[in-house]
Nanobody
């Protein structure tokens, strides 16, 4: 049984940093691209960023480029999302997901991801 478990969410102030982690089990972790998505209240889920199987290739949406960084540790079956200079508009539930088809070049469409975590809430507010 595949499990992706996110952690690290919370309430922070604008300008703060937060690191989300996702621990995977039940799959050949290094054979998958890992992505982060988010969903704000009343909005559709959107792609945030993703990393290929080796960690050598990443992709981000424009609004987080230069602020967010994805890194993975294939020995520990974990992927992290380091979020700096957080803004109120970053408030959302954040999900990690695994994509076999995008393992060489990360993809941005949520329907292409086979496995999903339960999400972790990030709230940015003063």
């Amino acid at each position: 049984q595949v499990q992706l478990v996110e952690s690290g969410g919370g309430l922070v102030q604008p300008g703060d940093s937060l690191r989300l982690s996702c621990a995977a089990s039940g799959l050949a972790f290094s054979g998958y691209a890992l992505g982060w998505f988010r969903q704000a209240p009343g909005k559709e889920r959107e792609f945030v960023g993703a990393i290929n199987w080796s960690g050598g290739l990443t992709a981000y949406i424009k609004s987080v480029e230069g602020r967010f960084t994805i890194a993975r540790d294939n020995a520990k079956n974990t992927v992290n999302l380091q979020m700096n200079s957080l803004k109120p508009e970053d408030t959302a539930v954040y999900y990690c997901a695994a994509d076999f088809g995008g393992r060489y070049s990360p993809r941005t469409v949520d329907s292409e991801y086979e496995y999903w975590g339960q999400g972790t809430q990030v709230t940015v507010s003063s």
